[in-house]
C-alpha cells in the first residue's frame, strides 16, 4: 500500500513538473510573440471587415394606432457589414491601440479607398493623440454598436514585463473543434489565465440603458481567459478573453475569440476575432472580425 501511494506521489510530482515546463515554455514564447507584435504592427495596415449582429431597442416614443398599439414595442435584431482600413497606432502613452477609417456600409462606399488609406498612415505614424481619438469615435458612427474593441493586440498582454501579473496554468491537450478556423485536425495545448494585479487590462465604455446617447465613465476590468499554443511549434494560435462588470442591474459580459496567424513580417497578426457581448444574461451583440491584406506602408496591397 505503501509503495502504491508513493508511486502516486511521484507521478503527481512529475505532472507537476512537467505543468511547470510547460507554462515556463508558453511565457518565453508569448514575450517573443509580444515583442515581435509591438516592432511590427505599427508598420503595417490591412483591412478589417466586421460583420455584426446587434440588439437595437425599440423608439422611446412613436405613434401608434389601432391594434398595433396595444402591443408593446420590442427590440429588434440588426445586421450590418463594416470595412474599414485597418491599422496600429502607439499612442503618447506608449500603448498599441487599433485605428480604423470607415470606407464602406453595408457594400455603399462612405469614402475613398485610397484616400483612406493614406489618411490612416498619416494617423497612424503621427504624434496627435487627440486627431487618432477622434478617429477611435468614428466606429460607432456607421453604426457599430458594444462598448469593447482593441482585441487585435490582445497578444501584448503577455509581454515580457507583465507576465507577472497573470495566474498562468496547464489545462490540457485538445484538437481544435469542427466549425472553428482549424477545423479538427490541429493539435493545441491549453492553458487558463487570470488576471491578478496590475492595470486593468480591459477598458470598456457603457451606454446609458435604453440605448441612450449618454456614455458612462469608462470601467477599467480585469480579464482571464485561455491561450492556445499549437504542436508542435507552441505558437500561439488563440487567445480567449471573459470579462464580467456586475456594477449594475444589466450585468455585462464581454467574451472574445482572437486567431493568429505567422505572418511573412516576422510576427503573429490577427486574423479573426469572434465577439459577444451579453447583457443580464442575454446576448445583445454578436462581432465577427476577419483581418486581410497586411502590407507594410507605401506597398500595394
Known sequence: MLSYMRVLALLSFAMLLRADERTQQLLDRLAQEAEAFEK???????????????????PRFKLRVGEAAEH???????????????GFAVFGSGAIQELRLVIAVNRKHVADEKKAQDDLASLV?????????????????????GGATDFGQILLLFSKSTQERYEITYQGERFAGQGERDAGETR?????????????????F????????????????????EIWVREPDGAPVRITLV??????????????????????????????????????GSVVTENKFTYAGFHRFGTAH
Do not use: C
Open 188 to 204: 493545441v495545448q491549453t492553458f487558463h489565465y487570470k488576471q491578478l494585479d496590475g492595470p486593468e487590462a480591459l477598458t470598456l
Open 72 to 86: 408593446p414595442l420590442t427590440a429588434t435584431w440588426q445586421q450590418r457589414e463594416i470595412i474599414s482600413e485597418y
Open 206 to 225: 457603457r451606454r446609458g440603458h435604453g440605448g441612450g446617447d449618454q456614455v458612462e465613465q469608462p470601467r477599467h476590468l480585469n480579464v482571464e481567459g
Open 125 to 145: 505614424t503621427g504624434n496627435n493623440d487627440q486627431r487618432k481619438r477622434r478617429a477611435l469615435q468614428q466606429f460607432e458612427k456607421y453604426g457599430f454598436r
Open 243 to 280: 470579462v464580467t462588470d456586475n456594477s449594475s442591474d444589466q450585468a455585462l459580459r464581454e467574451e472574445a475569440a482572437v486567431d493568429y496567424e505567422a505572418s511573412e513580417f516576422g510576427a503573429m497578426l490577427p486574423v479573426e476575432t469572434n465577439h459577444k457581448e451579453s447583457r443580464a
Open 40 to 58: 511590427v504592427a505599427p508598420q503595417l495596415m490591412g483591412v478589417e471587415t466586421l460583420h455584426q449582429r446587434a440588439l437595437t431597442p425599440p
